[in-house]
């Protein structure tokens, strides 16, 4: 059975990190890019990154760059997505998404941060 | 950047009808084009790939079609499952991944 779990996510202060982690399992994990998409609260979907199987492509979303970092670990199925300068519009459900050839195809749960003073 | 615009925003059907919803690209997207189901409380999950391909498990009743820039997902008879919040999506070659902002299927 493919498995997405994501864990990290909790309450910030407005100017702080989080890391989020995704543990990948039921599959072939260096056979798909992995990617994050967020969903703030009544919301819709929201592409955040994106990292290639090997690592030798990542993308981010204009909203994030330069702020957010994203990252694998094969050895380990997981991804990763570190979180810096969060501000109160990074509030959201972050779901880790593997993804082959342009699309999504399986998601995790998700994990809710939020940020507030 | 692609803009995705679904519509309606919402479709209040009862079951056993048929709905249509229409995704609607900025300029055309070739055949990379997807459908996801959202259901509340619940991660997305794909439902039609490349327009008209169902995903591993998907019913017969979710159809997709289109080409172009007009895309449309047709669900044959909702069922109770079925009434979920459904987005279109899009990856073009120069970035970034879109979305649109969803249709809600609500019950009539």
């Known amino acids: 059975e493919v498995q997405l779990v994501e864990s990290g996510g909790g309450l910030v202060q407005p100017g702080g990190s989080l890391r989020l982690s995704c543990g990948a399992s039921?599959?072939?994990?260096?056979?798909?890019?992995m990617n994050w998409v967020r969903q703030a609260p009544g919301r819709g979907l929201e592409w955040v990154s994106y990292?290639?199987?090997?690592?030798?492509?990542?993308h981010y979303a204009d909203s994030v760059r330069g702020r957010f970092t994203t990252s694998r670990d094969n050895a380990k199925n997981s991804v990763y997505l570190q979180m810096n300068s969060l501000r109160d519009e990074d509030t959201a459900v972050y779901y880790c998404?593997?993804?082959?050839?342009?699309?999504?195809?399986?998601w995790g749960q998700g994990t809710l941060v939020t940020v507030s003073s | 950047e692609i803009v995705l615009t679904q519509s309606p925003a919402t479709l209040s059907l009862s079951p056993g009808e048929r709905a249509t919803l229409s995704c609607r690209a900025s300029?055309?997207?070739?055949?990379?084009l997807a459908w996801y189901q959202q259901r509340p409380g619940q991660a997305p999950r794909l439902l039609i790939f490349?327009?008209?391909s169902r995903a591993t498990d998907i019913p017969a009743r979710f159809s997709g079609s289109g080409s172009g820039a007009d895309f449309t997902l047709t669900i044959s008879g909702l069922e109770p499952e079925d009434f979920a919040v459904y987005y279109c999506?899009?990856?073009?070659?120069?970035?970034?991944?879109?979305f649109g902002q969803g249709t809600k299927v609500d019950i009539k």
């Open positions: 490349d327009v008209s």
């Open positions: 039921g599959f072939t994990f260096t056979d798909y890019t």
């Open positions: 998404a593997s993804g082959y050839s342009n699309y999504l195809i399986n």
């Open positions: 999506q899009h990856r073009s070659n120069g970035w970034p991944w879109t």
């Open positions: 990292v290639s199987s090997a690592s030798s492509t990542i």
């Open positions: 300029q055309s997207v070739g055949t990379s």
